[in-house]
């Protein structure tokens, strides 16, 4: 929307970027309406053991190129070893003086507010 005080010319809405938007492009035809859609494809699930116990399968990102090889335990560094993977801890289970407590008192909190926000009317 131009605004509604007059500009001289070397000032036009076209020159001030600000005072111009985006403009959608219009819809296009699409060129192939009878070609079938290529949709992804699920990626292949490997069942066999001894490749599920020395690699690590799909993590190669690359789509030619071999599996990315597990390496022995002590080529890891200690913290890998160290991380929680069950669900989340629960506050009361958690130290006061933890980052994590407080990142989690937090998250409870939004999640309060968010809560009663939803349920009021204006």
């Known amino acids: 929307r131009a605004p509604s005080f007059p500009l001289p010319a070397s ?3 076209r020159r001030i970027p600000c005072l ?3 403009r959608v492009p219009a819809a296009t035809k699409s060129k ?3 070609l079938p859609k290529e949709g992804l494809k699920e990626p292949e699930v490997c069942t066999d053991p001894a490749m ?4 690590a399968m799909g993590v190669n990102y690359f789509k030619d190129g071999p599996e990315v090889a ?3 335990d ?3 560094p200690e913290w890998l070893f160290k991380i929680h993977l069950g669900p989340p801890k629960k506050l009361e289970e958690l130290d006061p003086n ?5 990142r989690r008192l937090r998250k ?3 999640w309060q507010r968010n809560r009663l926000k939803k349920g009021k009317k204006m």
């Open 98 to 102: 933890s980052i994590e407590y407080w």
């Open 108 to 110: 409870y909190n939004t």
């Open 70 to 72: 597990l390496k022995p």
């Open 52 to 55: 599920l116990t020395t690699y």
């Open 74 to 76: 002590s080529e890891y």
């Open 32 to 34: 192939g309406k009878n």
């Open 11 to 13: 000032l036009s809405p």
């Open 20 to 22: 111009d938007r985006a």
